[in-house]
């Protein structure tokens, strides 16, 4: 459970960051990080489209920077977007000053002021500088954990079962370790939250002022 929903003792220590937007409805945030890259992000954007779902994809710079024409896709496919670093940096091991540079050059491919930080490693320093300089940042609710080799989709399907709740932030990947389960997952995944009477919200800085 450590894993797949934060403990309250996160939530206290970066208070002001944004987990389970808006509570009170009914209404879950897919979101993708770690994208984008082919093969797997355009495969998740038609399965989207299949069910008329918008997402939110936290995309790395240098993915973006590599592929721009993949990036714009995810935009002209009606999605929102987030700063997810430049090079994919666990805040842990870098000073606030790197950390800082690193998220303004992604910030010059990827036009959000939502930022995820990689791992949810980020240094107390961080967080204040991010908010200082106008930044969201966006943790999570549930972490589907698609990227595990050792899990298989029926395992990660049973994730989403046990921990998703009205407000949730849904963390999927679109990066290649965790394609196999992603692809098989999502469709599923998004059955089960249709059923359950969910409707799909986009993150963005407006709605994720109302912070839980």
């Keep these: ?3 797949e929903r934060p403990i309250f003792l996160l939530k206290w220590y970066y208070k002001g960051a944004v987990w389970r937007p808006h509570a009170e409805k009914k209404t879950i945030y897919l979101t993708f990080d770690d ?5 797997n992000t355009l495969n998740i954007l038609d399965i989207l489209d299949r069910y008329n779902v918008k997402a939110t994809f936290f995309c790395v710079g240098e993915n973006v920077m590599k592929f721009p024409d993949l990036f714009q896709e995810i935009l002209r496919r009606g999605h929102a977007v987030g700063n ?3 090079n994919h940096i ?3 091991d870098v000073s606030t000053r790197y950390y800082m540079n690193n998220i303004r050059k992604a910030e010059r491919y990827i036009p959000s002021k939502l930022v995820r930080p990689p791992y949810g490693r980020i240094k107390p320093s961080q967080f204040k500088a991010l908010k200082r300089d106008g930044y969201t940042v966006v943790f999570w609710d549930v972490i589907t954990r698609d990227y595990n080799r050792f899990l298989s989709p029926k395992q990660v399907m049973r994730i989403i079962h046990w921990y998703s709740r009205s407000g949730s932030i849904v963390v999927f990947h679109d990066s290649l370790k965790a394609r196999k389960n992603t692809l098989a997952v999502l469709p599923e995944a998004i059955e089960y939250y249709q059923r359950k009477g969910y409707q799909f919200g986009v993150l963005s800085e407006e709605n994720a002022k109302n912070k839980s």
């Design 1 to 3: 459970m450590f894993v």
């Design 35 to 39: 994208g984008p890259v082919p093969d």
């Design 84 to 86: 997810h670093t430049f």
């Design 90 to 92: 666990k805040g842990f």
